[in-house]
Nanobody, 121 residues
Framework: QVQLVESGGGLVQAGGSLRLSCAAS????????MGWYRQAPGMQRELVAS???????NYADSVKGRFTISRDNAKKTEYLQMNSLKPEDTAKYYC???????????????WGQGTQVTVSS
């Protein structure tokens, strides 16, 4: 069994900061790419940022220069530092890990349950 648990969401004023965390647990052999996605009401889920096992990062244009993704492989955890938040960043944020379980050759995607981020103007 694999579980992803997110934390760190909340309500913040425009210009403020939040830090999201997502920790994996279970029978995990390795974790490849980690990512953060978000979904606003009535909108499709979109990629916010991703980070490879080697540390290469990728960001949506809308968050470049404001958000920073990082990971701690030993803790099986990723983070999203969000600065200069805007009302349009309001959404439910989900983490996604590419995980290979112990005794399994395939890598599958696992999702967290989501954490709400609300930015007031």
């Amino acid at each position: 069994q694999v579980q992803l648990v997110e934390s760190g969401g909340g309500l913040v004023q425009a210009g403020g900061s939040l830090r999201l965390s997502c920790a994996a647990s279970g029978d995990i052999a390795s974790i490849n790419t980690m990512g953060w996605y978000r979904q606003a009401p009535g909108m499709q889920r979109e990629l916010v940022a991703s980070i490879s096992r080697a540390g290469y990062t990728n960001y949506a244009d809308s968050v470049k220069g404001r958000f920073t993704i990082s990971r701690d492989n030993a803790k099986k955890t990723e983070y999203l530092q969000m600065n200069s938040l805007k009302p349009e960043d309001t959404a439910k944020y989900y983490c996604k890990f590419g995980i290979r379980r112990v005794g399994v050759t395939m890598t599958l995607d696992y999702w967290g349950q989501g954490t709400q981020v609300t930015v007031s103007s």
